[in-house]
């Protein structure tokens, strides 16, 4: 529909007018306007039901429905009898909008609504660079992003992407530790098993991939976007000799130890000393003995 030019300023409400009654001057009651946004406040792009249904006319039959919704003075929009309109505004700031009522008896009446369009809200991203955890190749999925900064520690190697290059080229760790890359380059780079063992994905400049290798070997690997650029991850074995020796020790004493308890445990015990026991035996003995001979004598 064409766009109707209606000035919105010199009818905000009902309109009169007058009518010959058998001499007298009569006035009837024109349309009331009265539209409501859902809200008062939309988001630029967002669809906003505009509602004029609670608008009246006590003299007439509400026909048309026009729209004016940049606020130029141009109702450029007609929803015939709907009174009801959806629209997305697509410049931030505050809107006039208005709409006209046309009745089957050819009165109208305009209303205004003021409207603010605002900018979408995005959360604010942390200082924390973006984590990238390393999976294996043959399970990889879509890297996944976390927003916890990997704090550098003593079961951890440092890897540094670079002048597109990893810097060392060559590290060593030992079983259970890990090693983290962070890509200080101005373009994205990747930390990926040549064998497909572990695989950072494609890391943002400022952005960290961390692996924890738990088996031991030489793991070479490249940058996928760039295969000119190479690294290596050498993880050592750990050392468990010494447990076993001390294991070995241990038991050995444990079995001296038994060995003499249980030679001491073949003698009854008493409470009393060895000597004392004897000497009251030889006692026993002379006295047995003389009590004999003068029996005899």
């Known amino acids: 529909m064409a766009a109707v030019a209606l000035v919105a300023a010199g009818t905000s409400g009902a309109?009169?007018?007058?009518?010959?009654t058998g001499g007298a001057v009569a006035y009837r009651t024109g349309p009331v306007v009265s539209v409501r946004p859902a809200h008062r406040r939309v988001v630029v792009g967002k669809r906003l039901l505009?509602?004029?249904s609670r608008s009246t006319d006590t003299s007439g039959r509400i026909v048309e429905y026009l729209w004016d919704l940049n606020g130029d003075g141009v109702f450029e929009r007609s929803t015939g009898a709907r009174p009801r309109l959806r629209h997305a505004f697509r410049k931030l700031g505050r809107v006039r909008v208005a709409v006209a009522l046309i009745d089957d008896k050819g009165d109208r009446a305009v209303g205004?609504?003021?409207?603010?369009?605002?900018?979408?809200?995005?959360?604010?991203?942390?200082?924390?660079?973006?984590?990238?955890?390393?999976?294996?190749?043959?399970?990889?999925?879509?890297p996944v992003r976390t927003d916890t900064t990997i704090h550098a520690a003593a079961n951890q190697g440092s890897v540094t992407i670079s002048d597109f290059k990893f810097t060392p080229k060559s590290i060593t760790i030992n079983v259970g530790e890990s090693v983290v890359w962070t890509n200080n380059g101005p373009t994205g780079h990747?930390?990926?098993?040549?064998?497909g063992t572990f695989d950072t994905g494609?890391?943002?400049k400022g952005s960290t991939g961390m692996f924890r290798f738990t088996k031991a070997?030489?793991?070479?690997?490249?940058?996928?976007?760039?295969p000119y650029m190479h690294g290596t991850v050498i993880v050592r074995g750990s050392n468990s000799s010494g447990g076993s020796n001390s294991g070995t020790n241990g038991s050995s004493s444990n079995n001296s130890s038994s060995k003499k308890s249980s030679n001491s445990s073949n003698l009854p015990h008493t409470g009393?000393?060895?000597?004392?026991?004897?000497?009251?035996?030889?006692?026993?003995?002379?006295?047995?003995?003389a009590l004999r001979r003068r029996v005899l004598g």
């Open 15 to 20: 309109t009169d007018k007058p009518r010959a």
């Open 190 to 195: 990747s930390a990926t098993a040549d064998d």
């Open 217 to 226: 070997g030489t793991y070479k690997y490249h940058c996928t976007p760039h």
């Open 50 to 52: 505009l509602d004029a």
């Open 272 to 289: 009393l000393p060895l000597g004392t026991v004897l000497f009251a035996g030889y006692l026993l003995l002379a006295t047995g003995a």
């Open 112 to 142: 205004h609504a003021k409207v603010r369009v605002v900018a979408a809200v995005h959360h604010k991203a942390t200082s924390h660079a973006p984590v990238h955890a390393a999976t294996p190749h043959a399970k990889r999925k879509a």
């Open 202 to 204: 494609v890391l943002p």
